[in-house]
């Protein structure tokens, strides 16, 4: 009798220790769904630039006064920088907070990065990653511009094409070498590698725009390889038209 007394503890022991790995797995792979459901709607982590400390209006932005986070895409403002390249150097006017996102409306408003004016019914100011080096430490405020757009990959390989043309540009300042300076470290680093026209840009560019337009190019900072402007001379008005070329020319 004692034995098989034994016998039922013991396989009642082991049912019991079998129905809790059964669970425990169960649970695991709940845990793992619900992760992957809550991955997708919150969407790909993208790079955000983030105050590191209590930063009072008019303090301009050093290298170790910020960071670079990764946070899911939809809990990324729309005008939060990735970048803080395009941050370093530039004057708060609205005090950020510990761990508040950068974004555009910290710096100056629309009418001082104009110089005092009024932007028109339908126009937009955007801020643009730029290539071309020294080529354009001369480009004044007021010059007229064209916009090129290169990307990579495709059918035939990539290709060339003006986005915007005769476009207004507000303002131009040359990117801070911020990448590895400071406190940033190797996140900022990171991000200011990553692939898109921010990773080649070498100056920031303000552009006087339409919406339409401005939706355009700022995809183009992000998914783009690179992106440069064509200064035009001041007499000139002519259209460009729809202008492309690859590999082949």
Same mark, same amino acid.
């Given at each position: 009798?004692?034995?098989?007394?034994?016998?039922?503890?013991?396989?009642?022991? &082991?049912?019991?220790?079998?129905?809790?790995?059964?669970?425990?797995?169960?649970?695991?792979?709940?845990?793992?769904?619900?992760?992957?459901?809550?991955?997708?709607?919150?969407?790909?982590?993208?790079? &955000?630039?983030?105050?590191?400390?209590?930063?009072?209006?008019?303090?301009? &932005?050093?290298?170790?006064?910020?960071?670079?986070?990764?946070?899911?895409?939809?809990?990324?403002?729309?005008?939060?920088?990735?970048?803080?390249?395009?941050?370093?150097?530039?004057?708060?006017?609205?005090?950020?907070?510990?761990?508040?996102?950068?974004?555009?409306?910290?710096?100056?408003?629309?009418?001082?990065?104009?110089?005092?004016?009024?932007?028109?019914?339908?126009?937009?100011? &955007?801020?643009?990653?730029?290539?071309?080096?020294?080529?354009?430490?001369?480009?004044?405020?007021?010059?007229?511009?064209?916009?090129?757009?290169?990307?990579?990959?495709?059918?035939?390989?990539?290709?060339?094409?003006?986005?915007?043309?005769?476009?207004?540009?507000?303002?131009?300042?040359?990117?801070?070498?911020?990448?590895?300076?400071?406190?940033?470290?190797?996140?900022?680093?990171?991000?200011?590698?990553?692939?898109?026209?921010?990773?080649?840009?070498?100056?920031?560019?303000?552009?006087?725009?339409?919406?339409?337009?401005?939706?355009?190019?700022?995809?183009?900072?992000?998914?783009?390889?690179?992106?440069?402007?064509?200064?035009?001379?001041?007499?000139?008005?002519?259209?460009?038209?729809?202008?492309?070329?690859?590999?082949?020319?």
């Amino acid at each position: 009798m004692r034995a098989l007394a034994l016998k039922q503890r013991l396989r009642r022991g &082991l049912a019991f220790l079998v129905a809790s790995v059964v669970l425990a797995a169960f649970a695991v792979a709940e845990v793992e769904r619900r992760t992957r459901a809550a991955d997708e709607i919150a969407g790909p982590r993208l790079p &955000l630039v983030r105050a590191v400390r209590d930063l009072p209006p008019g303090s301009r &932005l050093r290298p170790s006064d910020v960071a670079v986070v990764g946070v899911p895409a939809s809990f990324a403002p729309p005008s939060a920088f990735s970048d803080p390249r395009l941050v370093i150097g530039r004057r708060l006017r609205a005090p950020l907070l510990r761990g508040d996102p950068v974004t555009v409306a910290a710096f100056a408003s629309q009418q001082s990065a104009r110089g005092g004016r009024s932007l028109a019914p339908g126009q937009r100011l &955007l801020e643009l990653p730029v290539a071309g080096g020294s080529a354009l430490d001369s480009v004044a405020a007021g010059a007229r511009v064209d916009v090129l757009v290169s990307v990579e990959g495709g059918v035939d390989g990539g290709r060339t094409e003006v986005a915007v043309e005769n476009a207004e540009l507000a303002a131009l300042r040359p990117l801070a070498a911020a990448a590895g300076d400071g406190e940033l470290g190797e996140r900022s680093t990171a991000s200011a590698s990553d692939d898109g026209a921010g990773a080649r840009a070498t100056h920031l560019a303000t552009l006087v725009v339409s919406t339409r337009d401005a939706v355009s190019l700022t995809a183009a900072a992000v998914f783009a390889r690179e992106v440069r402007l064509l200064v035009r001379p001041d007499s000139d008005e002519r259209p460009v038209g729809p202008l492309a070329a690859g590999p082949g020319g």
